[in-house]
């Protein structure tokens, strides 16, 4: 099967997206997409401002475009369940992702802002930025094992505001070694995204880092693209760069949702 466009991680004005659902929509059928999937931030009580507003009114708009764009592309309805988010009653697939640290009871960003990462690292973990990111890959673990998502989102988010290695080395042993601990963690061929997010932004490279992405590679983990959209311009995006990139790092096939299936196909 050759390429397929796909994208199933798409925020909207309903929660932390600049774009109406609609609007995602006209761009997406625009740019030849095939499958399009929503995936709001699932309710936390502690972040009201990004996550889902009204999930009554955001079920009856995806039902009215659902019928509305039919013979146009295929429409799915999926959340991007926070660990500590409330999981929707009804949903196509759950893309499972860590945006917070838990310490103390309280509630922390990972990817709010640099300088809001850098406070948390000083009064949170006394400037130790590995404290911090064992704290976060442990959660990735229980996030893992315990939602069991369709697709694990964004794997290495700890390393959003990384940039030229500001925080921590990523090539260091310290930092592979809590890798390899959490790899040794959580079970094989499950399904990660290659998040293009950051990287469409121009702010940093891809998640997973190429390390990562190696290391599951191993694990025979299955991998799918994912531009995480927030705003409609993004689907112009040319995945060719990125297709090259991944074929030089030994990743022979890419999987995707096409409708409600979720099909493979050889890159
Ligand atoms: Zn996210
Ligand atoms: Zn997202």
Redesign the pocket.
């Known amino acids: 099967m050759s390429f397929i466009r796909s994208n199933v991680?798409t925020?909207t004005l309903f929660c932390d997206g600049l774009d109406t659902m609609e609007d995602m929509i006209i761009s997406a059928v625009k740019n030849n997409y095939d499958t399009l999937g929503f995936?709001f931030?699932s309710y936390v009580c502690f972040d009201t401002d990004n996550c889902i507003k009204s999930y009554p009114s955001y079920i009856e708009e995806y039902k009215r475009l659902k019928v509305l764009y039919e013979n146009e592309i295929n429409l799915l309805n999926g959340v991007?369940l926070d660990l500590f988010g409330e999981k929707p009653d009804n949903y196509d697939f759950i893309?499972g992702?860590v945006h917070y640290f838990n310490e103390g009871g309280k509630f922390y960003s990972v990817d709010y802002s640099r300088k809001d990462f850098k406070k948390t690292v000083d009064s949170v973990f006394n400037g130790n930025v590995y404290k911090a990111i064992e704290a976060y890959y442990l959660e990735v673990e229980y996030m893992i094992n315990n939602l069991k998502p369709d697709i694990i989102?964004?794997f290495d988010l700890i390393t959003r505001f990384n940039k030229n290695n500001d925080f921590f080395d990523e090539n260091s042993y310290e930092y592979k070694k809590i890798l390899e601990k959490t790899l040794l963690n959580i079970p094989d061929y499950k399904t990660a995204e290659i998040n293009l997010?950051r990287f469409i932004k121009g702010e940093g490279d891809i998640y997973p880092s190429q390390n990562l992405l190696s290391m599951l590679n191993e694990k025979h983990f299955k991998f799918m693209l994912s531009l995480?959209a927030?705003r409609k311009e993004v689907f112009s995006f040319d995945f060719k760069e990125i297709i090259k990139r991944l074929k030089q790092s030994n990743i022979k096939s890419l999987c995707c949702y096409k409708g409600n299936n979720l099909v493979d196909f050889e890159i």
Do not use: L
């Open positions: 991680h925020h995936s931030h991007e893309i992702s989102g964004h997010g995480d927030h």
